[in-house]
Structure formats: structure tokens, C-alpha cells
């Protein structure tokens, strides 16, 4: 993406759980009382607003129209299976705003993760297993995580079982029709992985195996059926060369 700035838009407001602080992601003037009152459900994995429409995901963006059709276009129809999309960009040039508001869009299941707030290998493991397996930290759990994993070999284990139960749950959801207590729909049985800032991860103790097992998420779990793909957001293309290391 080139340097045009892009207009600012809310990020994400779907989770509570976040890998940092407690119901970081709610909107401007929400009560975290409210929030935790509802129940977690595989709604928690898309969007809390309302979906939008293409003209109105392309009009947030002016000059973006071309990124965003071919991001669409990459992402291919309901649960096709991809490799790992790679989305390069300067600061602040709209990368994770549209990526979020594509999805917002598509109305697609999803995590997200950054690498600023997730600033090791731990907090970032254990960011993905809370949003998978819908666990939100709170003051009733001590704000711990739902599984404790720092190992790489653990983390797939447990990946593994999260995303065995959160599969399952998505395919008895399709073909359900929506009601006023459940006004989001998640489209699809793919859950996407949208890790940001990721040239960071180069700067962690242990890198030279985290980036090869995010990049080869589907190939390690060997899963039946390929369940996730993981997207990229990086502002360096020096991250490019480290890649081909492996």
C-alpha cells in the first residue's frame, strides 16, 4: 500500500479478551459491566457492528479502491482455502483498518492479533487460544488466560483441540437463521488469523522458530481439512529476506 494517509477508523470492538488489558478493544463510553453480562458465543468472532456494504467499506477509503477489491479477491469466496497473504505498508498508510473493515464486510470469522500488544511468545499463544476457545478475562477469573502456554510444541497441541470444538460450532451454526438476540451471522467455517506488526517478532528471543510455525500453521496442525488462514500485516519488507532463511 503507498503512503496516502487514510481516515482513522474504530479497530476492533468484537472481543474483551484481549492480550492486554481487560475489555481493551469495547467502544468509547462502553461499560465493561454491560459487556460481560453477555454470555460469550461464536458471534464474538466477527465483527460487533453491523455488517457493511462494499460501496461503504470503499467510501471510508478514499483512494483505496483498488487494495481493498484486490484483498477481497485474495480472500477468495466463503471457505476457500489460501495461502498465507502477506499485506505490506508504510505507518499509518491504513493496513489494519482495512483488513478489519474488509472483514467487517465479509462478516467472516476471525482473530486478531498484534504483535505490539502481544510482545512475546506467551502473551501472543495465549491471545489466540482465549479468542478461540471465547474465554474473556475478567475480575471473576483473575484475568488469566484460559490455558497458560508457553512452548511452541504446546501451543499446537492445544491450537489443535481449540480449533477442533470452534469448527464444530461454526458448522452446526451455518444455515441458522438470525434472530433479534442474535443479529450477527458469521458467514463461513474458515477462521482467519490476522497477525499485525509482525516484522516485530524478529526481535524476540526465539524468533527463528515463531515465524515458521506461524507461517506453516496449516501444514503443522494437519488438520483434516484446511480450517485457517492466516493474513500478515507488516510495514518492512526486510521481514521478505528473513522468510526465505527457512
Known sequence: MGKDESPKMNRRTTRSSSCSTPNSKAPPGSSM??????????????????????????????????????????????NSP?????????????????????????????IY????????PRILFESILN???????????????AKRCEKPSD?????????GGLIDGLKGNMGKTSSKKSPTRVNGRMVYFIFDNVELIR????????????????DILKMPERMICAIFSLKTRQIQSYIHLF
Open 33 to 78: 459491566a454491560a459487556n460481560q453480562l453477555q454470555p460469550p458465543s461464536i458471534n464474538d468472532l466477527v465483527f460487533k457492528d453491523e455488517p457493511i456494504s462494499l460501496d461503504e467499506l470503499i467510501n471510508s477509503f478514499p483512494g483505496r479502491r483498488t487494495q481493498i477489491l484486490d484483498l477481497i479477491n485474495l480472500l477468495g469466496p466463503l
Open 82 to 110: 489460501m495461502i498465507p497473504l502477506f499485506v505490506y505498508g508504510g505507518a499509518s498508510t491504513g493496513k489494519t483498518s482495512i483488513i478489519l473493515q474488509i472483514f467487517r464486510h465479509l462478516n467472516r470469522p476471525f
Open 113 to 120: 492479533c498484534s504483535c505490539i500488544t502481544c510482545y512475546n
Open 131 to 145: 479468542q478461540l476457545l471465547l474465554h474473556r478475562k475478567n475480575e471473576s477469573n483473575g484475568y488469566l488466560s
Open 155 to 163: 501451543f499446537v497441541i492445544l491450537l489443535r483441540e481449540a480449533l
Open 203 to 218: 526481535e524476540w528471543d526465539k524468533s527463528l522458530s515463531i515465524l515458521p510455525l506461524l507461517f506453516n500453521l496449516n
